[in-house]
């Protein structure tokens, strides 16, 4: 009899604990509940009050007369328009915030940008408590730096080593489980 609720506790933990990392992952929309992705909502004041890790979403809503540009810090500051990173006119739009790092994004309509329609957004490491973000930092759009060893001339993909990480926390999550019964 022990053992078997001894297992359901263990059973009913592992189940909490994967629930847990898949809920995870959260999805923002752009400007908050009281507002949006327009010219008269505090984006600023809205993304410092969030904190953004590796994994969430963001999801900007908007009308016809807005889009989406993501840009660099340069046309971030500048409101520039003539190089955008990508460009997005169909609402809802969801941006994964894969990497750790700035990301930036304003409006390319009219002057809207200028008018306050531009949001930074600070992406920090899931691991990491949140390190604050140095603003003496000169860097213009620095690419977060991998730990894993790269030989020059190699083409990096980000995407396929962040979905390995994700499958061996996977394996790793189901190997305890196992060690976990196989120890009753
Ligand atoms: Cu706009």
Same mark, same amino acid.
């Given at each position: 009899?022990?053992?078997? !609720?001894?297992?359901?506790?263990?059973? =009913?933990?592992?189940?909490?604990?994967?629930?847990?990392?898949?809920?995870?992952?959260?999805?923002? +929309?752009?400007?908050?509940?009281?507002?949006?992705?327009?010219?008269?909502?505090?984006?600023?004041?809205?993304?410092?009050?969030?904190?953004? $890790?590796?994994? /969430?979403?963001? /999801?900007?809503?908007?009308?016809?007369?807005? /889009?989406?540009?993501?840009?660099? #810090?340069? /046309?971030?500051?500048?409101?520039?328009?003539?190089?955008?990173?990508?460009? $997005? $006119?169909?609402?809802? %739009?969801?941006?994964?915030?894969?990497?750790? =790092? +700035?990301?930036?994004?304003?409006? =390319?309509?009219?002057?809207?940008?200028?008018?306050?329609? #531009?949001?930074?957004?600070?992406?920090?490491?899931?691991?990491?408590?949140? &390190?604050?973000? !140095?603003?003496?930092?000169? +860097?213009?759009?620095?690419?977060?730096? +991998?730990?894993?060893? $790269?030989? &020059?001339?190699?083409?990096? #993909? &980000?995407?396929?080593?962040? %979905?390995? #990480?994700?499958?061996?926390?996977?394996?790793?999550?189901? =190997?305890?489980?196992?060690?976990?019964?196989? !120890?009753?």
């Amino acid at each position: 009899m022990a053992k078997v !609720s001894n297992m359901r506790v263990l059973l =009913g933990v592992a189940a909490t604990v994967m629930l847990l990392e898949v809920a995870a992952a959260t999805n923002y +929309t752009v400007g908050g509940q009281n507002g949006g992705w327009d010219q008269t909502t505090d984006l600023g004041t809205w993304a410092s009050s969030q904190t953004f $890790t590796v994994g /969430d979403n963001l /999801d900007f809503q908007f009308g016809p007369t807005h /889009d989406v540009l993501e840009v660099n #810090k340069a /046309d971030f500051d500048s409101c520039g328009t003539g190089s955008p990173i990508s460009t $997005t $006119t169909a609402s809802p %739009a969801r941006f994964p915030l894969a990497a750790a =790092g +700035t990301r930036y994004f304003i409006c =390319g309509r009219s002057n809207h940008c200028s008018q306050g329609m #531009k949001v930074q957004i600070n992406v920090v490491a899931a691991t990491s408590p949140a &390190p604050p973000q !140095s603003p003496n930092t000169p +860097t213009t759009s620095s690419p977060t730096p +991998t730990s894993s060893p $790269t030989p &020059p001339g190699t083409n990096v #993909k &980000p995407p396929a080593s962040s %979905a390995m #990480k994700t499958a061996a926390g996977t394996l790793l999550g189901f =190997g305890f489980l196992v060690i976990m019964l196989l !120890s009753l």
